[in-house]
């Protein structure tokens, strides 16, 4: 495939808008969040030519890019027949491409929280003068965290169609419980 033949069709070039914007809002690099959806949209894998191409940002980006996404674990590196370039391409399964990137955000930024809060909890009790506010809020904070990092844990253990089952089941899951 030449890279002068790649060309996005209005929707796919507002789905790619859009997905590099979210991505700003969710904490991720406009450019990064852009690959993925080019990737994510187009239906062959790409080589990083034609993403810079494609995408009019600059090649080193593109390269730092899709470091950053294959780290992630939601791009991968195949190779093409005749072809010596590296080409990419995402996960077909948007199930499976979130369950990687929470699994990811739950290492990255909740375990070192919630580390954080326990060593905080642990240093505010063994203080000298005591603070019961700060004890306290660190004290609900630790449970939440705890809470959620352990209901996460059990949810993540369900099979990808457990989940989409039980998405479906909706409001029917949640009459069930006493409110």
């Not at 990419?88 to 580390?115: A, G, Q, S, V, Y």
């Not at 306290?136 to 059990?154: Q, V």
Request: aromatic share 6%.
């Amino acid at each position: 495939m030449s890279e002068k033949t790649i060309q996005l069709s209005p929707v796919q070039q507002k789905f790619i808008l859009h997905w590099g914007e979210m991505g700003t809002r969710w904490g991720i690099n406009r450019t990064v969040a852009q690959i993925h959806a080019l990737l994510y949209i187009w239906p062959n894998p790409l080589n990083a030519e034609q993403i810079t191409l494609v995408l009019e940002v600059a090649r080193s980006n593109v390269s730092t890019s899709l470091r950053e996404l294959t780290g992630w674990g939601i791009v991968k590196n195949v190779q093409l027949m005749g072809d010596r370039r590296d080409h990419f391409e995402t996960l077909d399964d948007p199930w499976e491409m979130f369950r990687i990137i929470i699994d990811e955000r739950k290492r990255r930024e909740m375990d070192p929280t919630l580390e954080l809060l326990r060593d905080c909890l642990e240093e505010q009790k063994k203080a000298r003068k005591k603070d019961p506010h700060t004890e306290e809020r660190l004290e609900g904070l630790t449970e939440f965290f705890e809470s959620a990092s352990s209901c996460y844990t059990r949810v993540a253990k369900l099979p990808t169609r457990t989940l989409r089952k039980l998405s479906r089941m909706g409001d029917k899951l949640l009459q069930l419980l006493p409110i």
